[in-house]
């Protein structure tokens, strides 16, 4: 299984960016998806998470900024972000779960946003 994560960059504070992430590899393919974030000294943080169904969630920090979604033909999962402020600054990592017997966690190998004028 590979998660290939791409989109990350530099922008200004107030500007958007929109990350994708492509999963394959799973023979069942993949159930929750979602994206993770680790800024400067801080310890990982969920930012959104949604289901093959379609349910999502948000950490409260980013909700009516952030917008994640999914399209289950590609295995691909984007996170829109806008608005963006300097403490979304962080490496951001997808993760995906298989479906099936023996279901595991992956995670992508992290792209780097930053938000400074």
């Known amino acids: 299984v590979q998660l290939q994560a791409s989109g990350g960059g530099l922008v200004q504070p107030g500007g958007s960016l929109r990350l994708s992430c492509a999963a394959s590899g799973s023979i069942f393919g993949f159930g929750a998806m979602g994206w993770y974030r680790r800024g400067p000294g801080k310890q990982r943080e969920l930012v959104a998470i949604?289901?093959?169904?379609?349910?999502?969630n948000y950490a409260d920090s980013v909700k009516g900024r952030f917008t994640i979604s999914r399209d289950n033909a590609k295995d691909t999962v984007y996170l829109q972000m806008n608005t963006l402020k300097p403490e979304d600054t962080a490496v951001y990592y997808c993760n995906a779960q298989t479906l099936g017997p023996g279901a595991m966690d992956y995670w992508g190998q992290g792209t780097q946003v930053t938000v400074s004028s």
């Open positions: 949604i289901t093959r169904g379609g349910r999502v």
